[in-house]
């Protein structure tokens, strides 16, 4: 199939720059000799010279976006102005081959993150993983989303910026609260998982994700207050950091791992 890339770029703090843009770094490999939009969350200077110079120089599209606007909203924005296939990237994606020539008959493809505790009685469901989803049938993926939301919600034409309609979802049932990831393909795929195809090892191993690139301090110290290791989840970021990308395989592995 034909993609249109989106690359969705959010850098919290300074500190977190080059793990939050590591899929421009490796934008080739995955995606060669196509053009990509890049939409950049905030105003953080250093990540937005690169992200403006990057575009500039390889003729790719850029949009920046306040502070305030969250990467959900701009996975239904995209998602409902396009009527083509489009890949949705995190800009902490780090891709190791080609992997444009992904396929599907379903609405969208992606890989998951199996249920996992945050503690003993707080539980985040399973869940798309987001640093990749192709999405090959937009339209059909609004139609979905327009019948499930009559169930749940009213209508909103447009996402305001500060709109939390595609935000985290929480249900209190037998003693636990359970957790639903933000984004409308994890409202359709814990609705209908049919309409999705989850990639296979070919296809993820193509790619790997710097987690908590965008916001690296804070991702780490909430993933240690909850009692969780985060030595070997920093050794892929120090990698990273260092652009070693084979020291960043596998870190999706390690940060599930960690979890279990």
Same mark, same amino acid.
């Given at each position: 199939? %034909?993609?249109? #890339? ?6 919290? %703090? ?7 843009? &590591?899929?421009? =770094? &490796? ?5 060669p ?10 105003? +953080? #200077? ?21 502070? @305030?606007?969250?990467?959900?909203q ?10 083509? #296939?489009?890949?949705?990237?995190a800009g @902490?994606?780090?891709?190791? %081959? ?8 379903? +609405? ?9 505790? +945050? ?6 469901i ?27 919600? @009213? ?17 209190v049932? $037998?003693?636990k ?27 993820? $191993? ?22 969780? %290791? ?29 979890? =279990?």
């Amino acid at each position: 199939m %034909d993609w249109l #890339p989106h690359i969705v770029v959010k850098v919290e %703090d300074e500190a977190s720059t080059q793990t939050a843009i &590591t899929a421009l =770094k &490796t934008f080739d490999i995955g995606f060669p000799s196509h053009k990509a939009v890049v939409h950049f969350i905030g105003n +953080l #200077p250093t990540a937005l010279k690169y992200c403006k110079d990057w575009c500039k120089e390889g003729g790719h599209k850029f949009i920046q976006y306040v502070a @305030t606007v969250k990467p959900s909203q701009l996975h239904y924005l995209i998602t409902k102005g396009t009527r083509l #296939p489009v890949v949705l990237i995190a800009g @902490t994606a780090v891709f190791f %081959d080609d992997i444009s020539d992904y396929s599907t008959t379903k +609405l969208f493809g992606a890989d998951t993150v199996p249920q996992w505790n +945050l503690s003993d009685n707080v539980v985040n469901i399973k869940s798309i993983e987001k640093t990749v989803i192709f999405v090959a049938q937009p339209m059909k993926v609004m139609d979905e989303l327009e019948k499930l939301t009559k169930f749940v919600s @009213t209508h909103v034409s447009a996402e305001s910026k500060d709109s939390s309609k595609w935000g985290n979802q929480s249900v209190v049932m $037998d003693g636990k609260v359970y957790h639903q990831t933000s984004g409308i393909f994890n409202m359709l795929y814990n609705y209908n998982s049919k309409l999705f195809t989850n990639f296979n090892h070919k296809t993820a $191993d193509k790619y790997d994700t710097v987690f908590g690139g965008s916001s690296v301090a804070s991702t780490m110290a909430k993933l240690e207050a909850t009692g969780r %290791d985060t030595t070997n989840l920093m050794k892929h970021v120090n990698a990273a950091l260092n652009e070693d990308w084979d020291g960043v395989r596998g870190m999706r592995k390690t940060f599930l791992d960690s979890v =279990k």
